[in-house]
């Protein structure tokens, strides 16, 4: 048994909205152990909508269409199931009863092109929607030799989410069918490039495998997906688990996480682990570090406070100028009177990112009392759309002493500065796994 996912609507074929209700259903559909083979996505016309619903019921045996049951003259889902599957529209009394009570409640009164939303094709099942006026629809069409089942859900999520738990999960599950359930296990990895990691695991990235094994990168976290059908969760497990154990023994400790687990949650759990404290200094990336390790770190155990820094100057190019002109003094950082001043002025004092990144790494341990020290700088800018040029560079203050590391800044600056925000909590990660 296959599936088809349906997104109906101009704002999603405008790219004004983000179709996320598509992502949910099919998570829920492999959850029930019916794979998704299409997604499709029509605007708001007639003809086209219904030559989507007729394309669907011929090639798969479940369609799950959200959006286009509303009151307006633009929602022409009902329409289109209609001409789709040859049948008329009735009206069905006990959905429009149902919003006529919901306009009751309301203290409305029910605009007489709400009735629209009480019809349906003949023979089509209601699906009640408790919070809504706009019911879905349930009906089966034959193409050739084979049925399909169709279900059509309003485009609100709330709605539609309600109404597949209710009403469309339980008949789903109630279908005739080999039972059969999908399962993935997400393992997340970082410090190679994907084809070096293909390279690493033999054989395991192979069409047609079982269970199959697949690569996605997304902003220089390299995610592994493991993906297995059985009778069972449990079946499923452990068809999973050889290949899981393969992933950790051939990868080490470039695997860093599970599931919805970031190099910030990692982070955080070795630190609590080992009962100690993180503090952090970002010079020029707004902080991006500390609102993960915060989002992370929920009740404040482990992650003691973050330095955000804009220098207000360029420091190394005033200490350039210092030195030109023969005037090398180390500025008097005891008067200054905000902090602001004082990181101005101990920036005056350094020749390189390095020395930078290595004091502030130091210093910011310090104020906060923390075990680490974790220092980010500096970001360049560029006017290039495409690329940024400089270095980014990293420190790391822990008991064992300071350590150092220069990345390029090369690339869109839209994924160079996570993966240098990313290898600095790498860096850690790898620096708590020693001991």
Not at 121 to 148: F, M, Y
Not at 215 to 240: F, H, N, P, Y
Not at 257 to 268: D, R, S, T
Not at 341 to 365: C, G, K, L, N, P
Request: a negative charge; charged letters at 25%.
């Amino acid at each position: 048994m296959n599936a088809e996912v349906i997104a109906i609507g101009d704002e999603l074929t405008s790219g004004q909205r983000l179709d996320t209700n598509s992502q949910w259903l099919s998570q829920r559909l492999a959850e029930l152990g019916i794979p998704v083979l299409f997604h499709t996505t029509v605007g708001d016309e007639l003809q086209p909508t219904v030559h989507v619903f007729r394309q669907a019921i011929q090639r798969v045996d479940v369609v799950v269409a959200t959006g286009g049951l509303g009151p307006t003259a633009d929602d022409l889902t009902r329409d289109a199931l209609a001409q789709a599957t040859g049948r008329p529209l009735v009206l069905e009394e006990t959905a429009l009863a149902h919003i006529r009570a919901l306009f009751a409640r309301r203290k409305r009164a029910m605009p007489e092109r709400n009735v629209v939303q009480a019809m349906f094709p003949e023979g089509s099942r209601i699906i009640p929607n408790p919070h809504g006026t706009a019911p879905g629809v349930d009906l089966e069409a034959s193409s050739g030799d084979k049925t399909c089942r169709l279900f059509a859900l309003p485009g609100v999520p709330a709605e539609m989410r309600e109404m597949w738990s209710q009403s469309v999960a339980p008949a789903l599950a109630a279908m005739p069918r080999p039972g059969r359930m999908i399962r993935h296990r997400s393992i997340h990895c970082f410090g190679v490039g994907e084809s070096d990691l293909e390279q690493m695991l033999p054989d395991l990235i192979r069409r047609g495998r079982v269970p199959a094994v697949g690569i996605t990168a997304s902003k220089a976290t390299l995610t592994l997906r493991v993906t297995a059908q059985g009778e069972s969760a449990e079946e499923c497990d452990r068809q999973m688990a050889p290949t899981i154990a393969v992933i950790h023994e051939c990868l080490g400790n470039l695997v860093f996480g599970e599931e919805n687990e970031e190099l910030q949650h990692a982070v955080v759990r070795l630190l609590r682990e080992r009962a100690a404290t993180l503090a952090t200094a970002e010079i020029g990336s707004g902080g991006v570090v500390a609102g993960w390790l915060s989002d992370a770190d929920v009740d404040g155990e482990v992650f003691a406070g973050g330095l955000v820094i804009r220098p207000a100057q360029e420091p190394l190019r005033a200490r350039a100028d210092r030195t030109t002109h023969g005037e090398e003094e180390e500025p008097d950082v005891e008067q200054a009177t905000t902090i602001r001043e004082m990181f101005d002025r101990h920036f005056s004092r350094f020749q390189t990112w390095r020395d930078v990144v290595a004091r502030y790494a130091q210093w910011t341990r310090e104020l906060f009392s923390a075990n680490y020290g974790l220092a980010i700088g500096a970001f360049p800018q560029s006017d290039s759309a495409l690329t940024a040029p400089g270095d980014v560079h990293i420190g790391l203050a822990s008991p064992k002493g300071i350590t150092t590391r220069c990345m390029p800044f090369a690339g869109h600056p839209d994924i160079v500065q996570t993966r240098a925000m990313k290898q600095s909590l790498n860096d850690l990660r790898l620096l708590l796994l020693e001991g």
